[in-house]
């Protein structure tokens, strides 16, 4: 094998991730193109109901226990410091900012009353959910830490942003009646509830905190108190949600905020380009903080007015904003709207697939990108994004010259642009600065750039997926643009999200572009019963270990990681006809279970008389039934070897989880865990009985050294 290294492109895609898995909030960059990132890391014992949980809210009573971290990377993706703030309960990060002297400012929510506080505004934390603003400096020492919303309800953060001097602007939601207010800006009605978040009135909070973060120099809420669904009773007794979601704040000192009403009655300006409607609005505060340049909403679609008894179904949300030194701002987000107001000239002036007369339930969403003038009166330009299925824009980022990048989710195989990523789940597209046609445009793997997006002062992109996926492109060298080699990311080969963790023994798969053969070449087993550790020109090493490979491709290569591999942090390296990529930075568990499936998603499993489990063939409670597996951890063998009916070793553990609660949790019988004969060591399968549902439900989760695959089920009959 030759070590010698090529010369790529100075970009990279680096995974962030520890012993606890990351959950990516916001990203953003320094004068000298260090990366920072914030969010969430899940910290309590792993159980098959906290893996991936929404845990936005409360309500969720399997949500782990997560901190929030910081992380800083330098200019070639090394890892700078690293910063976490933890209480006892669900911390989370949402928006991350710089100033120019390098304090970095997130914010967020918290439900831990011990949440680390330093020269707090409210030292109270509300009930539930509540806001905080930190302010760290550029080493990672924290400067202040506050509570902020109000103390009498739930508040959160999901939008920060910072001026020259080191003033903070922030803005989400409130349901507390007693949120800072201050002369000359909305100070809209909220109430919580009696039953949590059902019931309850929330508003767009926004608010100005001095640098030092020891006065709130304004706040206000901006609410819609009037109902917006149909003639039912349910309607009327459900909640009105107002929120802000992104803030952006210009030279001279204005604050923008984005965000979204599900009710009427929003408090806009005259001359603004809406003055009536429902879902997505953008607010400008003069830099006084004494009033409302202007208030706009951006349509009126509505599908939920169609309904007796729901709520109502905004036909336009906004999701992400930007500001720029003449006081435009930028917008992007999602639109089932045919009335969305895309300019004339705009690179697509209409919604992909028209609603059927308006009516419930809406089309597929189209992304939005939009530039609004400085009186909030009219569109510069306004553009439709999208294909036949839904797309959503969740991150935007404009450069010095008002060319706009956007990211976010899509589900069109038509998407506009190149499909770098056949099949892929998420978008990276630039628009040029009048919105008129794409410099660039991709479909790429889902939890790599959707999760958070900024531009720096050189133009390079720096990029995160949801899972710890951290990315810094060049100009002229984003995905498909440029010819080197780039590895995306690892999977489990048996499903799961892309991100950068491996398992002894695991079957995985790495993602990318140009990683091999532009003919794919599978595999097979050698006269001594190996798989080969060079295929078609490619190795892979990790932790230094050659790994046996089962298929290589352009954009696609599976191999199974070494059995030898210790748990913590390793790097992986890819070579191809002698020259070697960077390495990857990898996190080695003790084991990541994960069950195969078939193409449609189902679990592959063989009934107890050896025919496929299906919905016409289901397996009957208390017979047995096979599945194959990997990631179980260390197995006895040796590394790419094929599987000859070894020992039954018990790897596993097969859990059922119908009861949606830890507390319910059941095993059930096993009769062999061990490896799979006829096939690679590293897969396992597992004869189990099959367990009765449990109050209806039936749901059933794999379990090795401690560890949980997500939940899958079977077909059954009793």
Same mark, same amino acid.
């Given at each position: 094998?030759?070590?010698?290294?090529?010369?790529?492109?100075?970009?990279?895609?680096?995974?962030?991730?520890?012993?606890?898995?990351?959950?990516?909030?916001?990203?953003?960059?320094?004068?000298?193109?260090?990366?920072?990132?914030?969010?969430?890391?899940?910290?309590?014992?792993?159980?098959?109901?906290?893996?991936?949980?929404?845990?936005?809210?409360?309500?969720?009573?399997?949500?782990?226990?997560?901190?929030?971290?910081?992380?800083?990377?330098?200019?070639?993706?090394?890892?700078?410091?690293?910063?976490?703030?933890?209480?006892?309960?669900?911390?989370?990060?949402?928006?991350? !900012?710089? =100033? $120019?002297?390098? %304090?970095? &400012?997130?914010?967020?929510? /918290? *439900? +831990?009353? #011990?949440? @680390?506080?330093?020269?707090?505004?409210?030292?109270?934390?509300?009930?539930?959910?509540?806001?905080?603003?930190?302010?760290?400096?550029?080493?990672?020492?924290?400067?202040?830490?506050?509570?902020?919303?109000?103390?009498?309800?739930?508040?959160?953060?999901?939008?920060? !942003?910072? =001026? $020259?001097?080191? %003033?903070? &602007?922030?803005?989400?939601? /409130? *349901? +507390?009646? #007693?949120? @800072?207010?201050?002369?000359?800006?909305?100070?809209?009605?909220?109430?919580?509830?009696?039953?949590?978040?059902?019931?309850?009135?929330?508003?767009?909070?926004?608010?100005?905190?001095?640098?030092?973060?020891?006065?709130?120099?304004?706040?206000?809420?901006?609410?819609?108190?009037?109902?917006?669904?149909?003639?039912?009773?349910?309607?009327?007794?459900?909640?009105?949600?107002?929120?802000?979601?992104?803030?952006?704040?210009?030279?001279?000192?204005?604050?923008?905020?984005?965000?979204?009403?599900?009710?009427?009655?929003?408090?806009?300006?005259?001359?603004?380009?809406?003055?009536?409607?429902?879902?997505?609005?953008?607010?400008?505060?003069?830099?006084?903080?004494?009033?409302?340049?202007?208030?706009?909403?951006?349509?009126?679609?509505?599908?939920?007015?169609?309904?007796?008894?729901?709520?109502?179904?905004?036909?336009?949300?906004?999701?992400?904003?930007?500001?720029?030194?003449?006081?435009?701002?930028?917008?992007?987000?999602?639109?089932?709207?045919?009335?969305?107001?895309?300019?004339?000239?705009?690179?697509?002036?209409?919604?992909?697939?028209?609603?059927?007369?308006?009516?419930?339930?809406?089309?597929?969403?189209?992304?939005?990108?939009?530039?609004?003038?400085?009186?909030?009166?009219?569109?510069?330009?306004?553009?439709?994004?999208?294909?036949?299925?839904?797309?959503?824009?969740?991150?935007?980022?404009?450069?010095?010259?008002?060319?706009?990048?956007?990211?976010?989710?899509?589900?069109?195989?038509?998407?506009?642009?190149?499909?770098?990523?056949?099949?892929?789940?998420?978008?990276?597209?630039?628009?040029?600065?009048?919105?008129?046609?794409?410099?660039?445009?991709?479909?790429?793997?889902?939890?790599?750039?959707?999760?958070?997006?900024?531009?720096?002062?050189?133009?390079?992109?720096?990029?995160?997926?949801?899972?710890?996926?951290?990315?810094?492109?060049?100009?002229?060298?984003?995905?498909?643009?440029?010819?080197?080699?780039?590895?995306?990311?690892?999977?489990?080969?048996?499903?799961?999200?892309?991100?950068?963790?491996?398992?002894?023994?695991?079957?995985?798969?790495?993602?990318?572009?140009?990683?091999?053969?532009?003919?794919?070449?599978?595999?097979?087993?050698?006269?001594?019963?190996?798989?080969?550790?060079?295929?078609?020109?490619?190795?892979?090493?990790?932790?230094?270990?050659?790994?046996?490979?089962?298929?290589?491709?352009?954009?696609?290569?599976?191999?199974?990681?070494?059995?030898?591999?210790?748990?913590?942090?390793?790097?992986?390296?890819?070579?191809?006809?002698?020259?070697?990529?960077?390495?990857?930075?990898?996190?080695?568990?003790?084991?990541?279970?994960?069950?195969?499936?078939?193409?449609?998603?189902?679990?592959?499993?063989?009934?107890?008389?050896?025919?496929?489990?299906?919905?016409?063939?289901?397996?009957?409670?208390?017979?047995?039934?096979?599945?194959?597996?990997?990631?179980?951890?260390?197995?006895?063998?040796?590394?790419?070897?094929?599987?000859?009916?070894?020992?039954?070793?018990?790897?596993?553990?097969?859990?059922?989880?119908?009861?949606?609660?830890?507390?319910?949790?059941?095993?059930?019988?096993?009769?062999?865990?061990?490896?799979?004969?006829?096939?690679?060591?590293?897969?396992?399968?597992?004869?189990?009985?099959?367990?009765?549902?449990?109050?209806?439900?039936?749901?059933?989760?794999?379990?090795?050294?401690?560890?949980?695959?997500?939940?899958?089920?079977?077909?059954?009959?009793?």
């Amino acid at each position: 094998m030759t070590s010698a290294t090529a010369a790529f492109a100075t970009d990279y895609t680096t995974y962030i991730g520890d012993t606890y898995p990351y959950r990516v909030g916001a990203i953003a960059t320094d004068t000298t193109g260090n990366t920072y990132i914030t969010g969430s890391r899940d910290v309590s014992p792993p159980s098959p109901f906290n893996y991936d949980l929404p845990i936005a809210n409360d309500l969720y009573s399997n949500a782990p226990q997560t901190d929030v971290f910081v992380s800083k990377l330098d200019s070639s993706g090394n890892l700078s410091w690293l910063v976490t703030l933890s209480g006892k309960g669900l911390d989370q990060a949402n928006s991350i !900012a710089i =100033d $120019s002297s390098g %304090n970095i &400012y997130i914010a967020g929510w /918290t *439900t +831990s009353a #011990d949440f @680390p506080l330093q020269r707090p505004i409210q030292s109270t934390p509300g009930t539930g959910q509540t806001a905080f603003l930190t302010k760290f400096a550029p080493d990672g020492a924290m400067l202040y830490s506050t509570f902020l919303g109000g103390t009498k309800g739930k508040s959160f953060l999901t939008g920060v !942003a910072v =001026d $020259s001097v080191g %003033n903070a &602007y922030v803005t989400s939601s /409130t *349901t +507390s009646t #007693d949120y @800072p207010h201050t002369p000359g800006l909305p100070a809209g009605t909220v109430f919580e509830g009696a039953f949590g978040a059902f019931g309850s009135d929330s508003g767009a909070f926004f608010a100005k905190i001095a640098p030092a973060g020891d006065r709130i120099l304004y706040a206000g809420v901006l609410t819609g108190p009037q109902h917006a669904c149909g003639a039912g009773s349910t309607c009327f007794e459900s909640s009105i949600v107002t929120s802000g979601t992104a803030i952006a704040v210009d030279p001279a000192g204005n604050a923008y905020i984005a965000g979204n009403t599900f009710g009427l009655g929003l408090p806009t300006t005259p001359g603004a380009l809406r003055t009536q409607g429902i879902g997505a609005f953008v607010a400008k505060v003069n830099s006084a903080g004494t009033g409302l340049v202007y208030l706009t909403l951006l349509g009126a679609a509505n599908y939920g007015a169609n309904l007796d008894e729901t709520d109502s179904v905004p036909g336009n949300l906004v999701f992400a904003i930007a500001a720029d030194r003449d006081g435009n701002a930028y917008i992007a987000g999602s639109t089932t709207d045919p009335a969305f107001p895309a300019t004339p000239s705009a690179f697509q002036t209409a919604l992909s697939v028209a609603p059927v007369n308006n009516l419930y339930p809406p089309p597929p969403s189209d992304a939005f990108v939009a530039k609004l003038d400085p009186t909030g009166s009219a569109m510069v330009w306004a553009t439709f994004l999208g294909g036949k299925s839904s797309d959503q824009a969740q991150n935007l980022a404009a450069d010095s010259a008002g060319n706009v990048w956007v990211s976010g989710i899509t589900g069109s195989p038509d998407f506009p642009g190149a499909s770098v990523w056949p099949g892929g789940g998420e978008f990276l597209t630039e628009l040029n600065s009048s919105g008129t046609a794409l410099s660039y445009s991709a479909v790429l793997p889902a939890n790599f750039v959707a999760a958070a997006l900024t531009v720096d002062a050189g133009g390079q992109v720096h990029a995160a997926g949801h899972n710890g996926l951290v990315s810094l492109f060049t100009p002229g060298s984003v995905p498909g643009q440029g010819s080197p080699p780039r590895l995306f990311g690892i999977a489990s080969a048996a499903g799961g999200v892309m991100a950068g963790r491996i398992a002894p023994g695991e079957l995985i798969s790495l993602y990318g572009l140009h990683l091999g053969p532009a003919t794919p070449v599978p595999a097979s087993f050698n006269a001594a019963g190996f798989l080969p550790t060079t295929l078609a020109g490619v190795q892979v090493m990790i932790g230094g270990i050659l790994a046996p490979l089962l298929y290589v491709s352009d954009t696609q290569i599976n191999a199974v990681a070494p059995l030898e591999l210790a748990p913590g942090s390793t790097g992986l390296r890819l070579v191809l006809n002698g020259v070697s990529l960077p390495d990857f930075r990898g996190m080695v568990d003790i084991a990541a279970p994960q069950v195969f499936r078939s193409a449609d998603g189902t679990v592959a499993a063989i009934n107890q008389n050896g025919t496929l489990n299906s919905l016409t063939n289901p397996a009957k409670v208390g017979s047995y039934v096979s599945i194959w597996a990997t990631g179980a951890g260390h197995l006895p063998g040796v590394d790419g070897q094929m599987a000859f009916g070894q020992q039954n070793f018990f790897c596993c553990q097969v859990y059922n989880t119908a009861g949606f609660s830890d507390a319910y949790l059941t095993t059930t019988a096993v009769s062999y865990a061990a490896g799979a004969p006829g096939i690679v060591n590293g897969v396992v399968q597992i004869v189990f009985q099959v367990p009765p549902p449990f109050n209806g439900f039936f749901g059933l989760s794999l379990g090795a050294a401690g560890r949980f695959s997500d939940i899958f089920s079977i077909f059954v009959t009793p």
